[in-house]
């Protein structure tokens, strides 16, 4: 048995084990992480994905690190600057680092401490927001959500999946529309799988056709996840987003983004001081799977591919976090940030 499991995450007190995203839904493929540079691979073709994880899992590795190379203070430092710079957008992951560099000078022991504390805290933050989030729906409702916010993102139940799966464990009928999530797919992979297995009904829908659903009237509630919250409540998620929440405001469909503390960024004033990853064109130009690689665009097509995207505070209805629920006014007083 392992020390710590999650969904995704296995953490012994010398190793970490990962389920393999990629995989998913074909396989459940278990990898063993033994360094920096492996997490960083696995980081880098989303093995290991999702704000809360990344963070989680960098946090093992540089306390296992400490541990396999002790009184090495200046080497664990280079090692945390280069975990640091994989994936910018998440803010989860600079919160955990802040928080195992905060305990350098106190040893190996004090690290892997501190980094099992983020974990157990990762958990309960996500039955907290999860509980709020499930406390906004109401029996029979149709959501829409887009990415992978679930079980395999985080430590515990997830964010805007976690209150989906919490209303259904309270007994609620739900319906969920599930966005494909282009460019990697990680709605039509990974939250159509875990649809399934948390036993709520579901229907995967292409993302460019989230509007007409919703001109329908076939849609009451959006709730996603974030990946940095700011200040003034602008966040980045994964791209795609910004595009349903136009959407949500022009057919008046309430939008809520579901998040734990740990993804606020009070020094991010707005949208546009969050960095935005860009990723390899290929990811546009065809796709890499299961059933092997195939390119469906001209070989050097020009691409711009932009991981994430900012949805501004004015279209956001609420934002659920562990800490409470806050509307725009309370967003504007700062309320989130504390
Ligand atoms: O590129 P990914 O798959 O790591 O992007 C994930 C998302 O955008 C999620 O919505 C976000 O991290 C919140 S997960 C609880």
């Known amino acids: 048995m392992p020390m710590l499991e999650s969904r995704s995450l296995r953490i012994d007190v010398d190793s970490l084990e990962y389920l393999d995203q990629t995989r998913l839904p074909q396989a459940e493929q278990w990898e063993r992480c033994d360094s920096p540079e492996a997490w960083q691979a696995a980081v880098k073709r989303l093995a290991i994905r999702g704000a809360p994880l990344i963070g989680l899992s960098a946090a093992f590795v540089l306390a296992q690190y400490a541990a396999r190379h002790p009184g090495q203070q200046e080497q664990w430092q280079l090692v945390s600057d280069r975990l640091r710079a994989t994936r910018p957008t998440a803010v989860n992951l600079m919160y955990c680092l802040d928080a195992l560099e905060a305990c350098f000078a106190k040893g190996p022991a004090a690290l892997a401490r501190r980094a099992a504390a983020l974990f157990e805290e990762d958990r309960e933050l996500c039955q907290r927001m999860a509980e709020r989030g499930a406390d906004l729906l109401t029996e029979g409702e149709?959501?829409?959500?887009?990415?992978?916010?679930?079980?395999?993102?985080?430590?515990?139940?997830?964010?805007?999946?976690?209150?989906?799966?919490?209303?259904?464990?309270?007994?609620?009928?739900?319906?969920?529309?599930?966005?494909?999530?282009?460019?990697?797919?990680?709605g039509g992979r990974l939250t159509a799988w875990e649809m399934a297995d948390l036993d709520i009904p579901y229907q995967l829908i292409a993302d460019s056709m989230a509007a007409s659903l919703m001109a329908a009237g076939k849609v009451d509630k959006v709730m996603v996840g974030a990946d940095r919250i700011c200040a003034n409540g602008d966040f980045a998620n994964k791209v795609g987003t910004y595009m349903l929440a136009v959407a949500a405001h022009y057919h008046q469909v309430p939008f809520y983004v579901v998040a734990p503390y740990t993804t606020v960024d009070p020094a991010c004033a707005t949208g546009a001081d969050i960095p935005i990853e860009q990723r390899d064109a290929a990811e546009i130009?065809?796709?890499?799977?299961?059933?092997?690689?195939?390119?469906?665009?001209?070989?050097?097509?020009?691409?711009?591919?932009?991981s994430f995207d900012v949805t501004p505070a004015a279209l956001v209805t609420g934002w659920v976090l562990d800490t409470g629920v806050f509307d725009a006014a309370a967003i504007a007083r700062g309320e989130h940030c504390r």
């Open 142 to 186: 149709r959501v829409l959500t887009h990415c992978n916010t679930g079980a395999l993102a985080t430590a515990g139940v997830g964010t805007a999946i976690g209150a989906l799966a919490v209303a259904r464990k309270r007994g609620m009928t739900l319906h969920v529309y599930v966005n494909e999530t282009r460019p990697l797919l990680q």
């Open 285 to 306: 130009r065809g796709a890499t799977g299961a059933f092997g690689d195939i390119v469906w665009a001209p070989e050097n097509a020009p691409v711009w591919n932009p």
